[in-house]
């Protein structure tokens, strides 16, 4: 959707409808306006929203940090910032904006508007402009309620993702916890031609070994057997067979 300046009616009812998108309401809808406001149709760059954008990206930033480290005290801080870089790349920005609806909004020229799909870069753009916005409006905390409920979701999707996918760190964290120990991992077979072998590991934690599992590589049969390791502590069967 393209809207020229003096089609005053019709931007009113847009911000009205982005207001109810946001679930909330401007004290000074030209901060909304200026977020939402490409440089493809804006008076000049300084009347667009890349200053809002370039606000808008640092309080992001610091209100996801600010959740994972609260939520997660046990995370590490190489896995809060994996975690972060997800929540907060322009990606994550574009889609959650999207989902929203807030494409739908954006001011744009024509040559933009009539392209059909808007440019990621864009609407994570708007989306970084319109968190500047309700932090100019009213201050930080509305930000960060604002942030929490719509990132909510997603930042428990990323850690879900992040914890099935290096089961290593998990276990480094359940040993350091509850044992003082840092896991270790044995090498214990492998076989196949030079081109497709494969490897059987165990994990083990100070004396107690855990069941081994096989992988493709050193690292995947590492991450099988951590999988065992805390399926086991965690009192579940382990996932992956021992013996092929």
Not at 58 to 71: N, P, Q
Not at 115 to 124: C, D, F, L, T
Not at 127 to 133: C, L, R, W, Y
Not at 217 to 242: D, F, G, M, R, V
Request: charged share 25%.
């Amino acid at each position: 959707m393209s809207f020229q300046p003096s089609d005053s009616i019709s931007e009113e009812a847009n911000l009205s409808r982005c207001e109810e998108i946001l679930q909330y309401e401007f004290q000074n809808r030209d901060l909304l306006r200026r977020a939402l406001t490409h440089s493809s149709i804006a008076a000049s760059r300084l009347t667009s929203n890349e200053r809002m954008e370039f606000l808008g990206d640092s309080v992001l930033g610091m209100v996801v940090c600010e959740t994972l480290f609260e939520s997660y005290p046990d995370y590490p801080e190489g896995e809060l910032t994996r975690i972060k870089s997800s929540v907060v790349s322009r990606s994550t920005c574009a889609r959650i904006s999207c989902d929203m609806g807030l494409d739908d909004c954006l001011y744009l020229g024509k040559g933009l508007s009539n392209h059909g799909e808007i440019p990621e870069s864009v609407v994570a753009g708007s989306f970084e402009g319109v968190v500047a916005a309700i932090y100019l409006d009213s201050g930080y905390e509305s930000a960060r309620s604002f942030l929490r409920a719509v990132l909510q979701d997603e930042i428990v999707r990323l850690v879900e993702q992040e914890e099935e996918e290096n089961f290593k760190s998990v276990l480094q964290q359940l040993a350091q916890k509850d044992f003082q120990l840092t896991p270790g991992y044995r090498l214990l077979d492998e076989k196949g031609p030079d081109h497709s072998k494969c490897f059987k590991v165990s994990a083990y934690i100070g004396d107690e070994y855990y069941p081994a599992a096989w992988g493709n590589t050193k690292k995947e049969a590492e991450q099988h057997a951590a999988e065992n390791a805390y399926a086991i502590l965690s009192e579940q069967p382990a996932p992956h067979a021992s013996d092929e």
